[in-house]
Nanobody, 121 residues
């Protein structure tokens, strides 16, 4: 009944910028915390940035000062503004959200489909 749809990935040169978006859609749900993760071949998925319902944020040390996570509660959307991109930022980025659905009357962890970000030298 609820799905997360990501957009904004692409190809950029080092030093460039991208803005990722992830929107939750459906009916009868509420969204709590939201976050962005990334994964490269042979590596475990790692947390990049997270944001609570009140707006408190956390970032991985590797992206501090370059990435900014934000959300629009009216649109049930979370964003990741990525500036000064580096080749090591290349990965598949996944949106994550903790969502309560009225249909199940419970909280569940939802994931977006993933979007590829490639940064060239």
């Amino acid at each position: 009944q609820v799905q997360l749809v990501e957009s904004g990935g692409g190809f950029v040169q080092a030093g460039g910028s991208l803005r990722l978006s992830c929107a939750a859609s459906g009916r009868g749900f509420s969204v709590s915390g939201m976050a962005w993760y990334r994964q490269t071949p042979g590596k475990q998925r790692e947390s990049v940035a997270s944001i609570t319902s009140s707006g408190a944020t956390n970032y991985a040390d590797s992206v501090k000062g370059r990435f900014t996570i934000s959300r629009d509660n009216a649109k049930n959307t979370v964003y990741l503004q990525m500036n000064s991109l580096k080749p090591e930022d290349t990965a598949v980025y996944y949106c994550n959200a903790r969502i309560f659905t009225h249909a199940t009357m419970g909280w569940n962890d939802y994931w977006g489909q993933g979007t590829q970000v490639t940064v060239s030298s």
